[in-house]
């Protein structure tokens, strides 16, 4: 298959229990035309093996070998999950030739046939032009089904990524990109941002969200001791849509978190303000689908990165299930 790469059983090793005490002996490995409707509750990760929109925006490069590094660091992380809850990885979407939006195209595909076999989906990325694709496949999946359903993009990051794309679609496009689709099709774009830095968006982005009604929370008050405050706004959000799509770009961490990202933020937000968050979120019953985009291994530090994005997928796990 174009644009695909089988699982790698390869990458998921560690210490051996044989009582499937940790994560690489609990995960499957499955391609993704094997996925099938599950009998039990089901995770399925698949990596966004693209960093070719963080060249486009002047970015740098390495996101592309990050999915699997992840995937590793998660497999020697412990396994709590039910034995009634099944964990695949279906490999990656690939991007060798610089087609960013037909490897875009291949992920909106995969995420809706994920969600059509009742998986719960975590995409790795990449960059984060990932998100471009993601809600595609969402909305795309929710627009089969006969009730129309609306959708809450929540990401958590240092920038809006509402780049116009009058020069091309890049990693600080693609929420632009959906709420210009949004408008012209007359659907609503319902898209809550956390932890936005001053000092990384110009006057233009801050003027986007502005008429694009965005909701955002600045990263000097996206911390815990706001969680009261921050959790009434992300219930208002989530109450006025159906379904929730979470989007985490990794360079909204304070870089003393996350070194291994394109732009590291200094200043960014902790993960613990993070975590709360993601309760509230998972608490609401409707968070469909997640992805982490911006992990990059040529610069990170110790696996500190990779190891924070596996922290995530762990903690998103455990608590959705
Ligand atoms: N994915 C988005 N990237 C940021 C990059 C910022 C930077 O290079 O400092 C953006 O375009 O705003
Ligand atoms: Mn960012
Ligand atoms: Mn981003």
Redesign the pocket.
Known sequence: MRRYRNPNKDIWQGRVSNKFLYLHEKVRCVPLNEISEPSKKSITLLGYACDE??KR???RIGAVKSPEIVKSSLGKFPNHLASTVVLQDAGAITCEDGNMEETQAKLSTAIYTLLEKKQFPIILGG???MAYGHYHGIKNFLDSEKSKQTIGIINF?????L?QNTNGN???TPFYQIASESKKQDVPFNYLCLGIRKD??DRI?FQTAKELNVTYILSDTFQMQFLDEINTWIDAFIKNVDKVYVTI?L?GFSSAYAPGV??PSPMGFTPQIVLECLKTIISSGKLISLDI??MNPKFDIDDQTAKLAASLVHYIMHTIY
């Open positions: 929109g963080v925006n002047e970015g960059g984060h032009d990051d240092a920038h809006f990524d780049r890049n990693s600080g990384a968006n982005l770009d360079d394109s732009a985009a911006e």
